[in-house]
């Protein structure tokens, strides 16, 4: 991958309805050039997905934030499935430490975090932070020298 490669994805991360003509005109090619190099990165697993980004809270989301789980190791394989159908639950990290799981959540009130929580303590412990509000989501992936 080269510097341009690395634009590509800036771009495309920015938005990803970017379109390959606007792209092309960004980085100096052509929009089949820009297709070609897209397609080689997906090919790589370089780009997993296309996706779009959800502001929850204007969805009856109002309260985020992020819970650390202590699991219980032999808890850890029913735990991944509760979160899979856990709605309330939006992203799943496995870690390493005692804190073994870290959760983002989005719910309506206190009220629903309250019974996520609950349900959350029979794999173990937690810690819950309430997001006030977030400086950022991503950043640029930084060009190759």
Not at 81 to 84: A, G, L
Not at 115 to 121: D, S, V
């Given at each position: 991958m080269d510097r341009t490669d690395y634009q590509?994805?800036?771009l495309l991360q920015a938005d990803s309805r970017t379109t390959l003509?606007?792209?092309?005109?960004?980085?100096g090619l052509t929009?089949?050039?820009v297709s070609e190099r897209i397609r080689r990165m997906e090919e790589k697993g370089v780009i997993k997905s296309f996706s779009?980004?959800?502001d929850r809270t204007l969805l009856d989301s109002n309260l985020t934030g992020f819970i650390l789980v202590a699991v219980f190791?032999?808890?850890y394989g029913a735990f991944c499935?509760?979160?899979?159908d856990t709605p309330a639950i939006t992203a799943h990290h496995h870690l390493v430490g005692k804190l073994n799981a870290l959760l983002r959540f989005a719910v309506a009130d206190t009220r629903q975090l309250d019974?996520?929580?609950?349900?959350?303590?029979q794999y173990g412990d937690s810690q819950t932070s309430v997001e006030l509000g977030a400086c950022f989501e991503q950043k640029d992936v930084p060009l190759p020298k």
């Open positions: 590509i994805l800036n003509k606007t792209i092309g005109d960004r980085v929009a089949p050039a779009v980004n959800i190791p032999e808890k499935q509760f979160c899979e019974t996520l929580l609950a349900a959350i303590k």
